[in-house]
């Protein structure tokens, strides 16, 4: 379960775009492109004019991340996708403490990488979506130094506006980096033993910070 560093760097990319926005104003979830490109344009923004992000403050990422990622995403089916076929056979506790921890991860991961973020913007590739598709792939790609990384997303329209539920980085989805490894623990250990062991990586991930 544990990202390359390459993968790392690149997730972190993916962290921004899912949108760390400053500010009180609300991200315009009306068209699934438009909805990405404010959140990328914004949060880009927000990581090179805050020391703290750049930093790798954890906790304020994480606090970021919860009042303003969380609004568009759709993070119980970003994280079924993850568990896959196994997703529902855990009770609705199981869910909440797999959404729970699996949050925590990427969190961490992506904080872990904040600080790769210099310089880089965000390009919007046409949308290839008609107007009545519930949906879409929006395709982006992050350009800075070297070639440019290929960064897509995953939105279905819900009736508060579209949400993601999904990232692509270099050609491979978030959920899908995830699913192999989750089952393997799952066969072995079941429900819990995934839990236990995401709750264990978390812990561990956290002890530095702690006793810093």
Same mark, same amino acid.
């Given at each position: 379960?544990?990202?390359?560093?390459?993968?790392?760097?690149?997730?972190? =990319?993916?962290?921004?775009?899912?949108?760390?926005?400053?500010?009180?104003?609300?991200?315009?979830?009306?068209?699934?492109?438009?909805?990405?490109?404010?959140?990328?344009?914004?949060?880009?923004?927000? =990581?090179?004019?805050?020391?703290?992000?750049?930093?790798?403050?954890?906790?304020?990422i994480i606090t970021l991340v919860d009042t303003k990622i969380m609004p568009? =995403?759709?993070?119980?089916?970003?994280?079924?996708?993850?568990?896959?076929?196994?997703?529902?056979?855990?009770?609705?506790?199981?869910?909440?403490?797999? $959404?729970?921890?699996?949050?925590?991860?990427?969190?961490?991961?992506?904080?872990?990488?904040?600080?790769?973020?210099?310089?880089?913007?965000?390009?919007?590739?046409?949308?290839?979506?008609?107007?009545?598709?519930?949906?879409?792939?929006?395709?982006?790609?992050?350009?800075?130094?070297?070639?440019?990384?290929q960064l897509d997303y995953r939105l279905e329209k819900t009736p508060a506006?579209?949400?993601?539920?999904?990232?692509? =980085?270099?050609?491979?989805?978030?959920?899908?980096?995830?699913?192999?490894?989750?089952? $393997?623990?799952?066969?072995?250990?079941?429900?819990?033993?995934?839990?236990?062991?995401?709750?264990d990586k978390n812990a561990k991930a956290a002890a530095p910070a702690a006793?810093?």
């Open positions: 379960m544990k990202l390359p560093t390459s993968l790392r760097r690149v997730f972190a =990319v993916a962290a921004l775009g899912l949108g760390l926005v400053h500010g009180a104003q609300a991200a315009d979830a009306s068209a699934p492109d438009l909805l990405i490109r404010q959140l990328s344009l914004e949060t880009i923004e927000a =990581v090179k004019a805050d020391k703290a992000i750049q930093g790798g403050d954890v906790s304020k568009y =995403v759709d993070f119980q089916r970003m994280t079924a996708s993850a568990v896959g076929r196994f997703w529902r056979q855990a009770t609705p506790d199981q869910q909440n403490r797999l $959404q729970a921890e699996f949050k925590t991860l990427l969190m961490r991961t992506y904080a872990g990488a904040l600080t790769q973020v210099k310089d880089q913007t965000i390009g919007l590739k046409p949308l290839r979506a008609a107007p009545e598709d519930t949906d879409v792939v929006v395709r982006t790609e992050v350009r800075g130094k070297g070639d440019p990384i506006g579209w949400r993601i539920y999904d990232v692509n =980085v270099l050609g491979i989805w978030l959920a899908d980096q995830y699913r192999n490894s989750f089952a $393997q623990e799952i066969g072995a250990n079941g429900i819990d033993g995934l839990i236990k062991s995401l709750a006793k810093g």
